[in-house]
């Protein structure tokens, strides 16, 4: 089955920088690449995602990249803000297409 | 709904009764999943239902797990003679995503934390 690594476990930013996360993934046959953002209590919410046929996608101040060679895929987020402190997941699908295999999470804090 | 619905929000359970958890999708969403999530842990998948088509069953931990749709809408979640390492935030979410190659976005409920105690 698929196994996703993310990394880092925690990230530690200063208001107005910018933070990267990285997950790698084992499945050569995945095909759709999400982003989720979890706050505490709440459900996980998508913030962004990339489908195979592309290799970078922007949504403001967060974008994600891809590479499909090395099977990893990065969450990119600029001018950070307080309000971006929670806990980020990657999601890559399944090969069979039936679920989205979670990543351990990173717990990003900023701090102003 | 507005959102995805799930009930209790919170389940305090003796170790060895069965419990049964709720979750109304969105409306119209065909795809219906099942997670759970562990203290700090992400999320691991347990179920998926996608319309009338048999539901992908290879996350359920073990046979004491299991999960039924009526309907193609809501879902409810029944474990069996329940286990302290049970106790996590199960999680469902739903999707419009059509097809075998689901790649729309999944709107999770805020959860269920069951304790078993």
């Known amino acids: 089955g698929e196994n996703v690594e993310q990394h880092p476990s925690t990230l530690s930013v200063q208001e107005g920088d910018s933070a990267v996360i990285k997950c790698t993934y084992s499945d050569s046959a995945s095909n759709y690449f999400p982003w989720y953002k979890q706050e505490l209590g709440k459900g996980p919410q998508l913030i962004i995602d990339i489908r195979s046929n592309v290799g970078e996608k922007k949504d403001q101040r967060i974008a994600v990249t891809l590479n499909k060679t090395a099977k990893h895929f990065s969450l990119h987020i600029t001018e950070t803000q307080p309000e971006d402190s929670a806990v980020y997941f990657c999601a890559p699908i399944n090969q069979a297409g039936t679920a989205l295999i979670f990543g351990k999470g990173t717990t990003l804090s900023v701090s102003s | 709904g507005a959102g995805v619905s799930q009930s209790p929000s919170n389940k305090v359970t003796e170790k060895g009764k069965d419990v049964e958890l709720r979750c109304d999708p969105i409306s119209g969403h065909t795809a219906l999943y099942w997670y759970r999530q562990s203290l700090g842990q992400g999320l691991e998948f347990l179920i998926y239902?996608?319309?009338?088509?048999?539901?992908?069953k290879s996350g359920l931990p073990s046979d004491r797990f299991s999960a039924e749709r009526t309907g193609g809408s809501v879902s409810t979640l029944t474990i069996q003679r329940t286990q302290q390492e049970d106790s996590a935030v199960y999680l469902c979410a739903s999707s419009a995503g059509q097809g075998r190659f689901l790649d729309t976005e999944a709107f999770f409920g805020q959860g269920t934390r069951l304790t078993v105690v």
């Open positions: 239902f996608q319309g009338n088509s048999a539901p992908d």
